[in-house]
């Protein structure tokens, strides 16, 4: 079954001068090599010798090349050095234990409940941006996520405990006051 006409071009018609996929038969083009003078990277020389492509599949003595890398890095696919923690940006490999760091959500909720509202309720939004950091990658972000969970609870902490001291020696001054005020009878 012929979807065209070979000779005139229609569809499904071969290029004149092979399929498609070949290189055109006068040289050049991308992964053929020019027919004459120097070499080149896969050629034998006719002359035996000489110049930089003197025997099959030698390179350049400067590199280069389809399909190498750049010789001072760069490059595609590479990841950029990146300056300790856990490496900072997007994409790159969770660190050796693969674990996301400790949200401390517990912690910040106990202790918006008991102690310090507001101080407990940044608690809480910090211990909830560890889990999302760690997903898309930034590790960094995560472990400073956490430590800022774990230093508002901590605060919110310190604050409730502030206050109920406070509120117990107030109702102990109230009540010693009442205490003293009140004549004491006696039968």
Not at 103 to 117: D, G, Y
Request: charged share 5%.
């Amino acid at each position: 079954m012929s979807y065209g006409n070979q000779g005139d071009g229609g569809y499904g018609s071969q290029p004149p001068g092979g399929g498609y996929g070949q290189q055109p038969p006068s040289g050049g083009g991308y992964g053929q090599q020019p027919p004459s003078g120097g070499g080149g990277y896969g050629q034998q020389p006719p002359s035996g010798g000489g110049g930089y492509g003197g025997g099959y599949g030698q390179q350049p003595p400067s590199g280069g090349g389809y399909g190498q890398q750049p010789p001072s890095g760069g490059g595609y696919g590479q990841q950029p050095p990146s300056g300790g923690g856990y490496g900072g940006g997007y994409g790159q490999q969770p660190p050796a234990g693969g674990n996301p760091p400790d949200n401390h959500l517990v912690a910040a909720i106990l202790t918006t409940l008991f102690c310090c509202l507001p101080l407990g309720i940044v608690s809480i939004v910090k211990s909830s941006q560890v889990n999302s950091k760690w997903q898309v990658g930034d590790f960094q972000g995560a472990a400073l996520a956490s430590e800022e969970a774990k230093t508002w609870w901590k605060r919110s902490l310190i604050a409730g405990i502030i206050w109920w001291v406070l509120v117990i020696l107030f109702y102990v001054v109230v009540f010693v006051l009442l205490a003293a005020s009140v004549p004491s009878s006696s039968y």
